[in-house]
């Protein structure tokens, strides 16, 4: 049940339940599939959701420690057995960590990295929008992503995307002090036409084409 009733803090309960929603047409032959992420087949794509999904519900909580000191690239996500199951429930958990308004106070860890609780807030709902887009596009699934999940995260990604542009170190010192997201934590945008559905345009700013198909 959602039970976040600041109707100004963004509820990543709708993305949760989307990206959940897509596990059950994931097929055994799609595991070993090509996904937006160069580095990352189906199945090391689900590992990596299955890894941050219990990353920032510990950054929501503020139970920092050991998931949420590791960087996410220190090595491939190995994903396993009983993610069916296990996937769900932690994005289930997620999304009720960041029902608190007390998530959204001070500052947190994810990754590796302390930042702002507001941000880092908004990059697990950003990684859940473009994950799921990922799992959706790989597996041939249809994806629909709230308005208001959209409307959060593009004004986010858009001073990030400005900073990638301009490539210097102090553009994104400026990103980070005040409280956006960091420049290249994201990959380089790519360039979608202002009137593309909103999607488009929040996945052209993570640096993916939104008419990517497996295979190209």
């Given at each position: 049940?959602?039970?976040?009733?600041?109707?100004?803090?963004?509820?990543?309960?709708?993305?949760?339940r989307?990206?959940?929603?897509?596990l059950?047409?994931?097929?055994?032959?799609?595991?070993?599939?090509p996904?937006?992420?160069p580095?990352?087949?189906?199945?090391?794509?689900?590992?990596?959701?299955?890894?941050?999904?219990?990353?920032?519900?510990?950054?929501?909580?503020?139970?920092?420690?050991?998931?949420?000191?590791?960087?996410?690239?220190?090595?491939?996500?190995?994903?396993?057995?009983?993610?069916?199951?296990?996937?769900p429930?932690?994005?289930?958990?997620?999304?009720?960590?960041?029902?608190?308004p007390?998530?959204?106070?001070g500052?947190t860890?994810?990754?590796?990295?302390?930042?702002?609780?507001?941000?880092a807030?908004?990059?697990?709902?950003?990684?859940l929008?473009?994950?799921?887009?990922?799992?959706?596009?790989?597996?041939?699934?249809?994806?629909?992503?709230?308005?208001?999940?959209?409307?959060?995260?593009?004004?986010?990604?858009?001073?990030?995307?400005?900073?990638?542009?301009?490539?210097?170190?102090?553009?994104?010192?400026?990103?980070?002090?005040?409280?956006?997201?960091?420049?290249?934590?994201?990959?380089?945008?790519?360039?979608?036409?202002?009137?593309?559905?909103?999607?488009?345009?929040?996945?052209?700013?993570?640096?993916?084409?939104?008419?990517?198909?497996?295979?190209?």
């Amino acid at each position: 049940m959602d039970t976040n009733t600041d109707t100004h803090l963004p509820d990543h309960g709708p993305v949760c339940r989307g990206v959940a929603g897509l596990l059950e047409g994931i097929e055994a032959k799609h595991l070993s599939a090509p996904t937006p992420c160069p580095d990352y087949t189906v199945r090391e794509l689900l590992g990596h959701l299955v890894g941050l999904t219990v990353a920032f519900r510990d950054a929501g909580e503020k139970a920092l420690g050991p998931t949420t000191d590791t960087p996410p690239n220190e090595a491939l996500p190995r994903l396993e057995d009983g993610w069916r199951t296990t996937l769900p429930a932690r994005l289930d958990e997620l999304a009720a960590a960041w029902r608190s308004p007390d998530a959204w106070q001070g500052f947190t860890r994810a990754g590796g990295v302390d930042l702002p609780a507001q941000v880092a807030g908004l990059v697990a709902l950003n990684e859940l929008v473009v994950h799921g887009w990922d799992l959706a596009r790989s597996t041939g699934q249809a994806y629909d992503v709230d308005r208001a999940s959209l409307e959060a995260v593009l004004p986010f990604l858009e001073p990030a995307a400005a900073s990638d542009e301009a490539s210097g170190e102090a553009s994104g010192e400026a990103s980070e002090e005040a409280g956006e997201v960091p420049a290249g934590l994201f990959g380089p945008p790519v360039p979608v036409p202002a009137d593309a559905p909103l999607l488009d345009r929040v996945i052209g700013l993570s640096g993916r084409r939104p008419d990517w198909r497996p295979g190209e």
